[in-house]
């Protein structure tokens, strides 16, 4: 069974700066891409970033310049370190996963975590 599961959420004045983490456990043969996507209140979950094989990133016009996502393969896990926030970057944060599961890889699934709350407010 695979999971994913995050954490460093929370409450940040604007300007301010957050790190998440998102771990994948289980047994996993191979990882495609991991990122992050995010659902504010009232509106649809959107892309933030993600990280591909062999370093390729891509970014949300919104957050390019302030957010960076990296990954440690060897630990399953990817980040996403937010800086100069605002007041527009709260909402719950999932992490995505696109992997095979198990011994071999067949197909590549879809995982999501459970979601953690970023609010940015004074």
């Known amino acids: 069974q695979v999971q994913l599961v995050e954490s460093g959420g929370g409450l940040v004045q604007p300007g301010g700066s957050l790190r998440l983490s998102c771990a994948a456990s289980g047994r996993i043969f191979r990882i495609r891409t991991m990122g992050w996507y995010r659902q504010a209140p009232e509106k649809q979950r959107e892309l933030v970033a993600i990280s591909a094989s062999g370093d390729i990133t891509n970014y949300a016009d919104s957050v390019k310049g302030r957010f960076t996502i990296s990954r440690d393969n060897a630990k399953n896990t990817v980040y996403l370190q937010m800086n100069s926030l605002k007041p527009e970057d709260t909402a719950v944060y999932y992490c995505?996963?696109?992997?095979?599961?198990?011994?071999?890889?067949?197909?590549?699934?879809?995982?999501w975590g459970q979601g953690t709350q970023v609010t940015v407010s004074s």
């Open positions: 995505n996963a696109l992997l095979c599961p198990g011994y071999s890889c067949t197909s590549f699934d879809n995982y």
